[in-house]
């Protein structure tokens, strides 16, 4: 790739000392022919110009059709499944010819385009030659040039017309380079926005304290914190939050579907970052941390947990801090299995005929909702955080499943700060706190037997409306 830049740059720059060096000869033989030469390089300049930024747009949009014609068939592959119980193969072909086609449509209209331009670039080159042989004659016939100057001049103005064209062509792939490339570069911006991990002057104060993974077993403040997901920005999911999660604690966070529960994990694990307030652990700002350092310390077990699709003992072993070749194999082996057996995992793991070696599929495809749980908390396990977030599956797991799941978090919970967003009656009566999300605040806060005693509270309603449906408080 650089090396493609490095050769077209190059060419670029010859192009343009070679046309300079011959307008010079030109105008050096005869100024008179050489302004005849030369008088469509302004307008060819010009249009060069306003063609190379048609270019650029045409190259992005080429690019974005490119992305979702990509996007259907990684979407659909990856939930094939999906398709053929619905029976959906023949239109999502039709949606893909589509993608496809739109694709081709403006890859015509870019080829269109090109031939128009080029096309008028060389109809000009001739006509200028014509009235170089045309005015050359003249002038020749009246002596004022010799055949031998015109020779020259001739030769001279071919090797201008085409370095000139060389410059268009450069011009115009760097265009369509900055037009393919313009998604990259707004990426790489977003990038330069986010504070860098050790760096700043908060960091050296945190790093001189020392900054310990006891740190993270203090209280976690979230205080008055505001957010908006970037790409919906009129919906104020978080609304001047503030909550105060016990150091060491378990907190049951629940409320409606979509009341923002997810959104704090994602604040926390600094995926996004608030409008306005701090999310602060042991008092200091999780901004001041250093961002790897940060994630580290904190397991997170997503609702619908992914799996890569490699061995399970891979899978594993990917929550283990740091790069995996480093971790020599006879001091990570013991960890996994150790991790597997806290998170219930390993009963099952070893009846499977490769054991740690099966492979799990695309995104887990070939493990049970309930297995690939907990492959996830072993995964998560073996980070040993000090802050576990879990966001508890909604979806019912048969009574053994859920049995084996919900006594592997038990054993998990211990000395460790604790956020579970919660859907499950079970989860929260045994939790230290309680914290009920409504419309973007904590509405209430305190223990199961507190929450209960609020006559017409919302913790008291979300229970007595859903006890009934599987105990389901979250959903
Ligand atoms: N990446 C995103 N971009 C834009 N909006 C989002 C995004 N993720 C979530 N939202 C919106 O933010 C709000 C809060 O979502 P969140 O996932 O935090 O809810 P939740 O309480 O965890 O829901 P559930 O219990 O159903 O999992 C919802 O209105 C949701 O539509």
Known sequence: MSNAV???????????????????LMFYISPQLALVGLTTVPPLAVGAILFGR??????SKVQDALAQATDVVEERFSNIRTVKAFSKEEQEIQLYNQRISDVLKLKYKESLAYGVF?????????????SVFYFGGVSMSQESLTIGDLSSFLLYAFWVGISISGIFSFHLELMKGVGAS????????????????????NQRTIQGEGLTSALMLRDIIFDSVSFRYP???????????????????????CGSSGSGKSTLAQLLLR??????????????PITDMPLQWLRTNIGTVPQEPVLFSSSIYENIAYGYPGPLESAQETL?????????????ASGFIEQLPEKYNTKVGERGAMLSGGQKQRVALSRAILRDPSILVLDEATSALDAQSEYLVQEALEKIMVNRTVI??????????KADQIAVLDKGRIAEQGTYAQLMNIENGIFRKLVATQTMVDVDVGA
């Open 118 to 130: 080029f096309g008028m670039t060389g109809l000009s080159g001739n006509l200028i030659v014509l």
């Open 231 to 253: 790409t919906r920005p009129d919906v104020l999911v978080l609304d001047n939050l503030t909550l105060r999660v016990p150091g060491g604690q378990v907190l049951a966070i």
């Open 420 to 429: 579970i967003i919660a859907h499950r009656l079970s989860t929260i009566i």
């Open 182 to 201: 313009q998604a990259v570069w707004s990426i790489l911006n977003e990038n330069h926005n986010e504070k860098l991990p050790f760096v700043g002057e």
């Open 271 to 284: 995926f996004y970052e608030p409008q306005s307030g701090k999310i602060s652990i042991g008092q200091i």
């Open 332 to 344: 990570l082996k013991p960890k996994v299995l150790e991790a597997s057996n806290t998170a219930n």
């Open 6 to 24: 490095t050769q077209n740059i190059s060419d670029g720059l010859r192009a343009l000392t070679q046309s300079a060096a011959g307008v010079g």
């Open 54 to 59: 048609y270019i650029k747009r045409l190259s």
